[in-house]
């Protein structure tokens, strides 16, 4: 088992730009979670997906779009970078929503510039 | 609204000293309760949680915490600390319900000193 994955590891990016970061799980989990990690403010809940085609806003989803058509993937699109999205980026999945022992990937380091 | 509270954003204690990080939380609805660490650049791992049941909850690493509905806290304790639990730790709360996402403190850095 890998896990949950996550590419790329680090990206930089100028600003009005966009990317797409990557997300998988092989472990079925239907839950799947985009969080944002900024110094002294914990994990921000961006979007989030309790199955295949079902997903939904966070606590910060502003900037950021996501699409789950397979269990296995959840990939998050920003679709014009703005320096305020350089942060940390970790998705995560759990068995299902009532289930939130959450397996983090090893996180995204965005730069925007 | 769920909230969680945690005291204190950077800890430092001795080798073999107690370890204490408290976290208070806000909920409506009984709430499942957890703590998870983050070693440097790395993703956060589950420590333990509580749900139902048992109030003591026993996690990995020698690590525990105590849920008391009267003071709204899960307190993390570990008795004697050691050099490789310096890392950062959160306090989550969920309602364990349709609306069940985690809700994260904004964690406590501990670091250990020889």
């Known amino acids: ?113 | 609204a769920q909230s969680v509270t945690q005291l204190g954003s950077h800890v430092s204690v001795s080798e073999g000293a107690l370890v204490l990080l408290r976290c208070n939380y806000s909920s409506s609805v009984p709430p499942y309760l957890f703590w998870y660490v983050q070693y440097p650049n790395q993703g956060l791992q589950l420590l333990l949680k509580y749900t139902t049941g048992a109030t003591l909850v026993k996690g990995i690493n020698g690590f525990e915490a105590e849920f008391k509905k009267s003071e709204t806290s899960f307190h993390l304790t570990k008795p004697s600390a050691h050099m490789s639990d310096a890392a950062e730790y959160f306090c989550a709360v969920s309602d364990g319900g349709s609306q069940g996402n985690l809700i994260f403190g904004k964690g406590t850095k501990l670091s250990v000193k020889p």
């Open chain 1, 1 to 113: 088992n890998a896990g949950v994955t996550q590419t790329p590891k680090f990206q930089v990016l100028k600003t009005g730009q966009s990317m797409t970061l990557q997300c998988a799980q092989d472990m079925n989990h239907e839950y799947m979670s985009w969080y944002r990690q900024d110094p002294g403010m914990g994990l921000r809940l961006i979007h989030y997906s309790v199955g295949a085609g079902i997903t939904d806003q966070g606590e910060v989803p502003n900037g950021y779009n996501v699409s789950r058509s397979t269990t296995e993937d959840f990939p998050l699109r920003l679709l014009s970078a703005a320096p305020s999205q350089t942060s940390v980026y970790f998705c995560a999945s759990s068995y299902s929503l009532l289930d939130q022992t959450q397996y983090f990937g090893p996180g995204t380091r965005l730069l925007v510039l």
